[in-house]
């Protein structure tokens, strides 16, 4: 009897999941679908039936030239990330081993670096990046990157880090290891999965950032997100189109997201909630 | 073990982001501090002079100023409201046991994954559209008329909007939380006869406090600069219905050109931005101790 409630009431909560999983799913999912659609049908009323024409990627890189905002998001991503990440591990790895007084003053006021709103400097930086002819290049947008994303990465690593046991580097201290041995032997195979969860996090808050890409860039430089934003202006018969070019757009950092879900919560909350 | 030289290597190593960071902040900021007193055009750079307050007092004088901060905090509050309780709510219901649980969490946590200017596009045009949106379609179904979404209720989609990108993340965070609440104590609790109102109230909701005032912080942070999705979808309008603080900066600074104004909003901006960031800290600090 009690089995039968147990099962009864799995059913119940599965229906109710899937319910709620899919109305939120679905303007993602109905993206995909309009992306198959010819143009009339996209516009055509509610289905969920296309005709599965591959026309509109066509399209979009043929007159919009795709591949180049999106070879421009993968340079910006990933060349801000590692560059964060080449300045953050060594202070992440000092405040993890060497803490003092002042560490953890330090780092929230790292996190508080984070709390100045965008737009507040978007004067000084739009000036400074004109004068240094650093307007829509993809060198200006990698610093902004980096330097957007440097309190996180500090973050994310310092709390990947400390969770090292400081015993293990007394131990092979006692065993006689010197500084770049205990470097390459014992730290770095335990620091490398929180590297990597810095990274592929890293790579997608770059990847969806919207605010300093979209107006420090107009074509050169432009990666995906100022390319979508473009596609605001002219209303009217292009939704599959549209819809192509976001599904491409989204695609590879759903997917990269999928995989680091579990380190998602702990980067994002500072390690605050596990 | 913390000798001196060790001492020393740990500050060379901390150096390049501490100083980064620190340049990152003064410059820029000195910068909007110094150009919100100067009368600075960038149609007319040549004739640039010191205006004291004036452009405080322009910005301040402007109704659009009043409408933006209100907008803003719209924005914030409402977001923070549908997708703590949403995401309360969705956590709760995928903490039962379910089948085809790793499916149903990927579908839930992807909006989070879209870039901004794709996910207010998706809904402006194939969600929201009044001819030919999902909406539409439904209102149709049912014999209603179709309502014009960004032109009736601008600020409304766009919390919509928004709060369809948050929820996922308030809902992850909140799940992890409660999936770290202790298996026995929910079984004490329900063998001394606590119903699910009881037990959600006395052990579920204390449980998640901290994980929920983390969700207020980061979100905040975020939310406080909505600007993709206003810039797609209403452009701030219609007049100033949808625009916020940050898009009236920007609207002043690169549409108007106006340097000065621009600034003193900035200076405005930051200012609202560390009255809430001094609450928030205070509370995350708190709970972060624990």
Redesign the interface.
């Known amino acids: 009897m009690a089995r039968n409630v147990?099962t009864r009431?799995?059913?119940t909560?599965?229906v109710?999941?899937?319910i709620?999983?899919?109305i939120?799913?679905f303007?993602?999912l109905?993206?995909i679908i309009?992306s198959i659609k010819t143009e009339p049908e996209?516009?055509a009323?509610?289905s969920l039936w296309p005709s599965g024409t591959f026309e509109n990627y066509i399209t979009v890189q043929t007159q919009r030239d795709y591949l180049k905002p999106f070879m421009n998001s993968v340079i910006l991503s990933v060349g801000s990330t590692i560059l964060a990440l080449i300045?953050?591990i060594?202070?992440a790895?000092?405040?993890a081993?060497?803490p003092?007084k002042r560490t953890k003053d330090?780092l929230?006021w790292?996190l508080?670096?984070?709390?100045?709103?965008?737009?507040?400097?978007?004067?000084?930086?739009?000036?400074?990046f004109r004068d240094f002819g650093l307007l829509d290049s993809r060198i200006g947008l990698t610093v902004m990157l980096t330097?957007i994303n440097?309190?996180i990465v500090?973050w994310m690593l310092y709390t990947y880090f400390r969770e090292i046991p400081g015993e293990i580097l007394?131990a092979s201290?006692m065993d006689g290891a010197g500084l770049w041995q205990e470097i390459v032997y014992v730290l770095t195979p335990m620091a490398v999965p929180g590297i990597a969860s810095t990274l592929l996090l890293n790579i997608?808050l770059a990847?969806?950032e919207?605010?300093w890409t979209?107006?420090l860039s107009t074509t050169n430089a432009a990666p995906?997100?100022a390319f979508?934003?473009s596609?605001?202006s002219p209303q009217g018969l292009f939704?599959a189109k549209?819809?192509a070019a976001?599904t491409m757009?989204?695609a590879p950092?759903?997917i990269?997201?999928?995989f680091s879900?579990k380190q998602?919560?702990r980067g994002?909350?500072f390690g605050?909630?596990? | 073990?913390?000798t001196q030289n060790?001492?020393t290597?740990?500050?060379l190593?901390?150096?390049?982001?501490?100083l980064?960071?620190l340049i990152?902040?003064i410059?820029?900021?000195a910068?909007?501090l110094w150009?919100s007193f100067q009368n600075y055009n960038l149609l007319d750079p040549s004739n640039v002079s010191f205006t004291g307050l004036f452009n405080y007092q322009f910005f301040y004088t402007d109704p659009a100023f009043f409408q933006s901060i209100w907008n803003t905090l719209v924005i914030v509050g409402g977001v923070l409201l549908i997708t703590v309780i949403g995401g309360i709510a969705?956590a709760l219901?995928?903490d039962?046991?379910?089948?085809?649980?790793g499916?149903?969490?990927?579908?839930?946590?992807?909006?989070?994954?879209?870039?901004?200017?794709?996910?207010?596009?998706?809904?402006?045009?194939?969600?929201m559209n009044p001819?030919?949106g999902?909406f539409a379609?439904?209102s149709r179904f049912f014999g209603l008329r179709p309502v014009d979404w960004f032109a009736q209720y601008p600020l409304f989609s766009i919390v919509v909007i928004v709060a369809?990108q948050w929820?996922?993340?308030a809902t992850?965070?909140l799940l992890?939380?409660l999936q770290?609440l202790d298996g026995e104590q929910k079984e004490a609790a329900e063998m001394d006869g606590a119903n699910f109102l009881n037990r959600f109230i006395y052990l579920v909701v204390p449980h998640l406090a901290?994980?929920i005032t983390?969700v207020i912080l980061?979100q905040t942070?975020f939310l406080?600069?909505v600007?993709?999705e206003i810039?797609?979808?209403t452009n701030g309008g219609p007049g100033y219905a949808s625009t916020n603080?940050?898009f009236l900066?920007?609207r002043t600074?690169?549409l108007g050109y106006d340097?000065g104004g621009?600034?003193a909003g900035?200076?405005i901006?930051?200012v609202l931005?560390?009255i809430?960031?001094f609450f928030l800290?205070r509370a995350?600090?708190k709970?972060?101790d624990r």
């Open positions: 147990t009431h799995k059913i909560a599965t109710a999941a899937w709620v999983a899919l939120i799913f303007p993602i109905y993206t309009t996209a516009i009323g509610f300045i953050a060594p202070s790895w000092a405040m081993f060497s003092t330090i929230m790292m508080s670096t984070k709390m100045m709103p965008a737009v507040a400097v978007l004067v000084p930086i739009y000036l400074l330097l440097l309190p500090v007394e201290r997608i990847w969806n919207s605010f979209i107006r995906l997100t979508i934003a596609f605001s939704w549209l819809s976001s757009a989204i950092i759903l990269l997201g999928w879900q998602l919560v994002l909350t605050a909630v596990k | 073990m913390a060790t001492k290597l740990a500050r190593m901390m150096a390049p982001s501490v980064l960071l990152w902040m410059v820029p900021l910068m909007t150009f969705i219901l995928l039962q046991p379910i089948f085809g649980q499916i149903v969490r990927i579908l839930i946590i992807s909006p989070f994954f879209v870039m901004p200017p794709v996910a207010a596009l998706v809904w402006k045009n194939m969600i001819s030919y999902v379609d439904i369809w929820l996922p993340f992850l965070i992890t939380a770290s901290r994980s983390v980061i942070i406080l600069g600007y993709a810039l797609v979808t603080l940050a900066i920007y600074a690169l340097v621009a600034s900035g200076i901006a930051v931005a560390n809430v960031a800290m995350v600090g709970n972060l």
